[in-house]
């Protein structure tokens, strides 16, 4: 199976809730898990800045990873949006058929 998980995160839970009805919508991913927001520690224009963000979990396959992270960049209001794909080693089967069966 080719199940991938890409990790985003959002300015706002409304911006990621537009964006992963998006995504979803156009089958770039299975579905999308928007967590609770998160507090950002980072360095941006040579100033550390904090932040709090929404994290966003898509469930895609690696043939749709690059689609789904160009897509979520168009959509974003970062300039520079944090969008990373994490490979999934084990996953049940039925699960997986699932996630292909809804992408693409």
Not at 11 to 29: F, K, N, S, W, Y
Not at 69 to 88: F, G, K, N
Request: overall charge negative; charged content about 20%.
């Amino acid at each position: 199976m080719s199940v991938v998980t890409v990790y985003a995160v959002f300015a706002d839970p409304a911006e990621a809730q537009r964006i992963g009805m998006t995504i979803v919508e156009e089958r770039l991913a299975a579905c999308v898990n928007i967590l609770g927001l998160c507090r950002s520690i980072y360095r941006w224009e040579g100033a550390i800045e904090t932040a709090s963000e929404t994290p966003a979990l898509f469930k895609t396959t690696l043939d749709q990873a690059d689609a789904l992270i160009a897509r979520v960049t168009e959509l974003h209001s970062y300039s520079v949006p944090s969008i990373v794909v994490w490979p999934i080693e084990r996953l049940p089967a039925d699960f997986g058929d699932w996630v292909e069966g809804n992408v693409g």
